[in-house]
């Protein structure tokens, strides 16, 4: 059966979510942490309650592939002799598109589900399961997580590089969790900008506002490919107020009010108004966990928000900001700039 592509033209005035999670992590679960999951027909309920549109889904972990008693032990993933998937995210994203396409098929017209990779762990698997999930569903683009998987991001420019020429060959754009906190040793923002360098002819997001580094934001503008995300916001900002190291420090951002993420959003559209996507990150808008940054470091987090939050940030723009934010910046993200016309420039 062949499923409809959505396309740029199905976005226009439409209100879109850019990142958000469906699925399971087992770990959080067992944990006893939250979030631990979010189904798709929820994230229905919950975007439709808060009047968007369409949203860009994609899993939630890995851990099909790990062992669940090391994990929860040290929280290190540690690969299974007798894996559960044939490699990391293998059998998470196949749940997703068929979540999306054969589970909820009266909502695939709202949803752009993206793949999840690992840069460095089973590239050739990884392939053949991206070949076939694309052979027969629209794919929107791929999410990186390397924190999530516990694989430098730098693995993309080595073992990795054929997940990149795959991209490339589909036109699909990239969207990456970063950080800025020094003792994280796997998403470095500095190091992704290495692999944007190399790749111009791809698309890139940066999430959660790049820590909101006044640096790293001004980098990502100066570049016609590259775009940031809000997601989990309201997280986010009350942590650069509360001075947690995975922020920015004070010396290293732009002069605003933290204590109030919508007057942040307001700043950035204004500063960046063509750089600047909106998302939720739902449902991890709220994270309440202990999560390894490094062979060395783990770190608690107690973060708490709601998808109201993260919806009044782009609620409170201006109609002309709100709908960059909302819909124009991330139709360009997702299928390109549009050409400029010619006779449009006076």
């Not at 708490?304 to 960059?324: H, I, M, N």
């Not at 139709?331 to 006076?346: E, N, V, W």
Request: glycine share 6%; net charge negative; charged share 25%.
């Amino acid at each position: 059966m062949a499923h409809r592509r959505i396309n740029a033209a199905d976005l226009e005035g439409k209100i879109i979510d850019i990142h958000a999670h469906v699925g399971i992590s087992v770990k959080a679960y067992a944990g006893l942490e939250y979030p631990y999951c979010q189904s798709l027909e929820g994230l229905y309920y919950r975007q439709k309650l808060n009047r968007v549109d369409l949203g860009v889904v994609f899993t939630y972990a890995p851990d099909l592939y790990f062992q669940l008693p090391t994990l929860m032990d040290s929280g290190r993933m540690v690969p299974l002799e007798k894996p559960l998937a044939q490699a990391p995210y293998a059998s998470e994203n196949r749940m997703v598109f068929k979540e999306v396409f054969d589970f909820c098929p009266e909502l695939s017209e709202r949803f752009l589900p993206f793949v999840v990779v690992d840069p460095v762990r089973r590239i050739s698997e990884q392939l053949e399961v991206l070949n076939q999930l694309i052979a027969v569903y629209p794919v929107y683009g791929i999410k990186v997580v390397p924190v999530g998987c516990q694989s430098k991001v730098t693995g993309l420019l080595e073992e990795g590089q054929a997940l990149l020429d795959f991209a490339e060959h589909h036109d699909l754009p990239l969207l990456f969790h970063v950080t800025v906190d020094p003792e994280e040793g796997y998403s470095q923002v500095s190091d992704t900008f290495r692999i944007i360098e190399r790749h111009p002819r791809l698309r890139f997001c940066l999430a959660h506002c790049v820590g909101l580094s006044r640096k790293f934001l001004e980098r990502a503008a100066a570049a016609d490919n590259v775009w940031v995300d809000t997601s989990a916001l309201k997280i986010q900002v009350q942590a650069a107020y509360e001075g947690y190291r995975f922020m920015a420090p004070p010396e290293e951002r732009y002069d605003w009010n933290y204590a109030d993420h919508t007057e942040v959003i307001r700043q950035l559209l204004e500063h960046f108004p063509d750089t600047i996507i909106w998302g939720s990150d739902s449902p991890a808008y709220s994270y309440i966990c202990r999560r390894r940054q490094g062979e060395d470091s783990v770190s608690e987090f107690r973060l708490k928000g709601t998808y109201e939050q993260e919806k009044q940030a782009l609620d409170c723009l201006s109609p002309p900001l709100r709908t960059r934010a909302g819909s124009t910046n991330a139709s360009a993200f997702l299928f390109g700039r549009k050409p400029i016309d010619p006779g449009s420039q006076s």
